[in-house]
């Protein structure tokens, strides 16, 4: 009865790389986010969707590039994985944008480039 | 401009003693205002959230946490600390600005102290 789930949890890869993660909430909410948590636990926003469509794009290298097939799913792609890229990466869901929406989230997937 | 402010990177407790995290924030607007906890390698979970009800919440976990307007604080406290409660705590603010932008503090370690 998972929440939001993400895959893979970890993933080790080398410089030039390219990978996805992969993220689906079975909550039937309208909006999806992609953070970035550093080393220093600091939680930056990504991306987000809604009902499919972007609605926020932070500065984020455009090797980084989010998929949403449906409001269930929004997958993330990194293209050339750069060093700096190394970080945990939080999928969440919301019910929809707006004031007092809770967000919830997935167990994070642990990328290290190499 | 809105923001949150986390005041303790880390904070120390003995198990059994009180806990005081303590959170300010900055807002043109009644902001929502929520703490969540993440615990090693974990996602974020949400302990409690304030939306313009009851200015003391009350949250899972023994947690608690009250909005002071005139101090623009949500400090969050629990009477008696217990091991399980180690881990590493996030202010956020939830405002509206141009679209509604969720804000998250740098984060405060808890230790608890056998």
């Known amino acids: 009865d998972t929440a939001v789930s993400q895959t893979p949890k970890y993933l080790v890869t080398q410089m030039g790389n390219d990978k996805s993660i992969k993220c689906e909430q079975n909550?039937?909410?309208?909006?999806m986010y992609w953070y970035k948590q550093d080393s220093k636990k600091f939680l930056k926003i990504m991306f987000s969707?809604?009902?499919?469509?972007?609605?926020i794009n932070e500065t984020v290298p455009n090797r980084f590039s989010p998929k949403s097939p449906d409001k269930a799913h929004l997958n993330l792609h990194i293209n050339s994985l750069e060093l700096g890229d190394s970080a945990v990466y939080f999928c969440a869901s919301s019910p929809r944008t707006g004031e007092g929406n809770t967000i919830y989230f997935g167990e994070g997937s642990w990328l290290t480039v190499v | 401009a809105q923001s949150v402010t986390q005041l303790d990177s880390h904070v120390s407790v003995s198990e059994g003693t009180p806990v005081l995290l303590r959170c300010n924030y900055s807002?043109?607007?009644?902001?929502?205002l929520f703490w969540y906890v993440q615990h090693p390698n974990k996602g974020l979970q949400l302990l409690l959230k304030y939306t313009s009800a009851a200015t003391l919440v009350k949250g899972i976990n023994g947690f608690e946490a009250e909005f002071k307007k005139s101090e623009t604080s949500f400090h969050l406290t629990k009477p008696s600390a217990h091991m399980s409660d180690a881990a590493e705590y996030f202010c956020?603010?939830?405002?509206?600005?141009?679209?509604?932008?969720?804000?998250f503090g740098a984060g405060t370690r808890l230790f608890v102290k056998a």
């Open positions: 909550l039937g909410h309208d909006t």
């Open positions: 807002s043109s607007y009644s902001p929502s």
């Open positions: 956020v603010v939830s405002t509206p600005r141009g679209g509604f932008k969720t804000i």
């Open positions: 969707y809604n009902n499919k469509e972007l609605i």
